[in-house]
């Protein structure tokens, strides 16, 4: 069946940079399309980043534009999410994902995403 494993999260000063990772495994390597989604407390899941799995070209949420870098390994097995410039607002679990639906970008709707990892929490103090 296959997995999204993602890595990397932890306690992050304000200011301070992250690198997250998702592992794809199994029959999870033949996406279209990955996304990073994110949910903090009390909040509804929300659009990070996405990237179309061949071609690797990316679309941000605003909130993120120009501090997020969206990228995926050669091998196409992994995939990453750069930030920098952490605010607290950033604070949340953060989760990859996958779908093998078709877009000549990437996907931003996290309800065309069937395939997910089990997110990682990410911490921004202030």
């Known amino acids: 069946q296959g997995q999204l494993v993602e890595s990397g999260g932890g306690l992050v000063q304000a200011g301070g940079s992250l690198r997250l990772s998702c592992v794809a495994s199994g029959g999870l390597l033949h996406m279209h399309s990955m996304g990073w989604f994110r949910q903090a407390p009390g909040k509804d899941r929300q659009f990070v980043a996405c990237?179309?799995?061949?071609?690797?070209?990316?679309s941000y949420a605003d909130s993120v534009k120009g501090r997020f870098t969206m990228s995926r390994d050669h091998a196409k097995t992994t995939l990453f999410l750069h930030g920098s410039s952490l605010k607290p607002e950033d604070t949340a679990i953060y989760y990859c994902?996958?779908?093998?639906?078709?877009?000549?970008?990437?996907?931003?709707?996290?309800?065309?995403?069937?395939?997910w990892g089990q997110g990682t929490q990410v911490t921004v103090s202030s």
């Open positions: 994902a996958g779908t093998r639906l078709y877009e000549p970008t990437c996907i931003r709707a996290i309800g065309d995403y069937n395939y």
């Open positions: 990237i179309n799995w061949n071609v690797a070209t990316t």
